[in-house]
């Protein structure tokens, strides 16, 4: 990967952590519990409410490139961290549920929800952060589409990984990761905790029936523009 990286911070309540970032900007994802955060001067308190990814909208922390950064548990707490490498000095910023845009994808049984965190109103560098939910035996990022080739206003080339969880736990979903020659053609199960990369490629994801499916979507660029091109060969049911 040329511009993405992941990190997470679990603490048990009462713990903190502290750190600084290097060249890279960095999206703070409240995943589970609750805690207050310190960011290059800025103080938040008591952000995040949710038991599980599942469980409603996100609270978020944008950090900028060389901020130092403080953590500390208020409850159990799990924290995504989305890294991207980052050219141009930022502000930190809080981001709350009620800023999170909500939009229901597709129809049948390739319908989600997808909410974006750090979208273009966010003054970050490259990132952009977001969460899919798949409802139980349905498909996502579908039709499978790509963002391999700068190409705009047609296509724009980002990079971009996949954070899952499964709900109950002990379920799976599974992904196709696959190039036009097929040249990169793997499909993988997974469950939750696993990280899946995609530094090219169509990246169609399905959940087992029964189970919902969600994962905490990166993106990163030379140009921070989303412009997808759907697989010609499945563009049909759009």
């Known amino acids: 990967m040329k511009y993405l990286s992941f990190d ?15 060249e890279r900007e960095a999206a703070f994802v409240v995943l589970k519990g609750q805690c207050s955060f ?10 995040g409410e949710r038991a599980s990814p599942f469980a409603g909208k996100a609270f978020a922390v944008y950090a900028p490139p060389r901020a130092a950064y403080r ?4 409850t159990d707490l799990e924290v995504a961290i989305c890294l991207a490498k980052a050219d141009a000095e930022k502000s930190p910023c809080l981001i709350t549920p009620s ?35 798949n409802p139980p035996g349905n ?39 696959y190039t036009d020659d097929l040249s990169l053609d793997e499909t993988y199960s997974v469950v939750s905790d696993d990280l899946v990369i995609i530094p090219e490629g169509y990246h169609p994801v399905g959940a087992l029936a029964g189970y919902r499916v969600y994962y905490l979507w990166m993106l990163a660029g030379g140009k921070r523009i989303l412009k997808v091109k759907d697989d010609p060969q499945h563009a049909w049911i759009r």
């Open 8 to 22: 997470f911070i679990r603490l048990s309540a009462g713990e903190n952590y502290h750190s600084a970032l290097d």
């Open 38 to 47: 310190r960011v290059a001067g800025v103080r938040y308190e008591r952000i």
């Open 71 to 74: 953590v500390e548990a208020i």
């Open 99 to 133: 800023t999170v845009r909500e939009r229901v994808v597709g129809r049948d049984n390739w319908q989600r929800s997808v909410y974006d965190i750090v979208d273009e109103s966010v003054d970050a560098c490259r990132l952009l952060v977001g969460e899919t939910v």
């Open 139 to 177: 498909w996502s990022s579908a039709p499978p589409h790509r963002h391999e080739v700068d190409n705009l206003p047609e296509e724009s080339d980002m990079e971009e990984a996949y954070f899952f969880r499964v709900d109950p736990p002990q379920g799976f979903g599974v992904i196709r990761v």
